[in-house]
């Protein structure tokens, strides 16, 4: 066997249990919750989801991660390696800087921050949309087709997803963008 993701060495049993350990013993425990979850006792409403869903949904997406993590580490660790790349990857290592942009990072908590004024005035579906529009225009898209659809679409599968598989009342906003948060509700069936 070869080493971990970077070196190409052959992988010692220790090295291998600090590179895979954690995520085993976080599958193991997700399991060990999965089956908590699945004992929940709750009266039945038809068309509704119990109360033992979400947190068995999110333990499964955890151990999907985790398994996936595993697998990628095995893989990397086991894939024979040229010499000379593992010798161009040590001379890089650390060398390579990272690139500050505060004023990047100023414009999207300013963006975050109106995001969150706008919330109760807009509606969820109308802030998240322009929220979206903003962050990817900081992050450098400059498309607004692209921009204004990608928008739209993720809006809508949020408001999907919260209104109607988890069933949480979302702010309709005022004026016109209530009659535009109604019409988002008719369409994602949650009226």
Request: proline letters at 6%; aromatic letters at 12%; a neutral charge.
């Amino acid at each position: 066997m070869h080493g971990g993701a970077e070196s190409g060495a052959p992988v010692s049993p220790l090295k291998w249990l600090r590179e895979l350990g954690p995520y085993i013993l976080i599958i193991g425990a997700a399991i060990y919750f999965y089956r908590v979850a699945s004992e929940i006792s709750y009266t039945e409403i038809p068309g509704q989801m119990g109360p033992e869903r979400w947190p068995k949904i999110i333990i499964a997406l955890l151990i999907a991660v985790c398994a996936f993590e595993v697998v990628r580490r095995i893989f990397v660790s086991v894939r024979p390696r040229p010499v000379s790349d593992a010798a161009s990857e040590a001379d890089e290592g650390f060398s390579q800087q990272m690139e500050a942009h505060p004023l990047l990072v100023a414009a999207a908590t300013a963006a975050t921050v109106g995001y969150l004024l706008l919330f109760d005035l807009v509606g969820f579906f109308v802030a998240t949309a322009l929220y979206l529009v903003a962050v990817m225009w900081i992050g450098g898209v400059r498309r607004p087709v692209f921009l204004g659809l990608l928008s739209l679409a993720i809006s809508f599968a949020f408001s999907f997803f919260f209104m109607k598989l988890i069933y949480v009342a979302l702010p309709l906003g005022e004026g016109p963008f209530a009659r535009i948060s109604l019409i988002v509700m008719k369409l994602v069936g949650a009226n």
